[in-house]
């Protein structure tokens, strides 16, 4: 079994309860996380029943607390976002972050493709850590998305939603058709979302996980 729970904003008790009542195989976390410590810290009564990965979302870079708590933590490794790993028994591939508009906001063209374009625009006055500015920390830039497309996975977790919620975007559709997946996951939005009149056009099942809700692989809430 695997658990998908929607933005926790620094609350996390509900994930713990879920996890010792239920003993899922993994947890996936779909952004939003801001913890107030480091997220092994925060998740440590589960960290030997379950597997904890997550993607991160636009709020994991509002300030450097938020930030280090998540990449800088000890499950920094466990983020999804551009990559695919088999986790019990699925092929997961995770987009986290947001489009925005100083780097892309489809349908229109990327402005910047990669991240080291940005930096030669931006300049070094507005370089964080030497790197991308704070907020860029959870932008997505096409090449991560790219990546992805070339791509084969059953599952697709996200923050931003698809074309099926009204602010939604038809990129992240594009990208699980060319993945072939069969189910998304997205946070971000805070409503419980099940997709299903829209199957048939989109060619896979779509959930959109509430406020610090929590679904099963079918999108079965299992706190509500």
């Not at 996936?28 to 904890?52: F, N």
């Amino acid at each position: 079994m695997i658990l998908f729970c929607g933005d926790p904003h620094g609350y996390f008790e509900h994930i713990i309860e879920a996890v010792q009542e239920r003993r899922p195989e993994a947890v996936i976390l779909l952004g939003d996380l801001q913890p107030k410590r480091p997220m092994e810290v925060e998740l440590a009564p589960i960290l030997t029943l379950t597997d904890v990965w997550f993607i991160h979302g636009n709020h994991d870079s509002d300030s450097e607390t938020d930030h280090d708590n998540v990449f800088g933590s000890g499950l920094a490794e466990r983020n999804l976002h551009g990559r695919v790993v088999e986790i019990a028994g699925q092929r997961i591939a995770g987009l986290g972050g947001v489009f925005r508009g100083k780097v892309w906001a489809p349908p229109a063209p990327a402005i910047f493709e990669h991240p080291d374009q940005y930096l030669a625009h931006c300049g070094k006055g507005n370089f964080w850590r030497k790197g991308l500015p704070m907020t860029h920390r959870s932008t997505i830039f096409p090449v991560v998305y790219e990546h992805l497309k070339s791509q084969r996975a059953d599952i697709l977790v996200t923050h931003e939603a698809g074309s099926a919620h009204p602010h939604g975007f038809a990129a992240i559709d594009e990208l699980a058709r060319a993945m072939g997946v069969a189910r998304t996951f997205h946070g971000h939005h805070h409503n419980q979302f099940d997709y299903s009149a829209d199957r048939a056009r989109l060619g896979f099942s779509a959930f959109g996980v509430g406020f610090r809700g929590i679904v099963d692989i079918d999108g079965r809430s299992s706190n509500q």
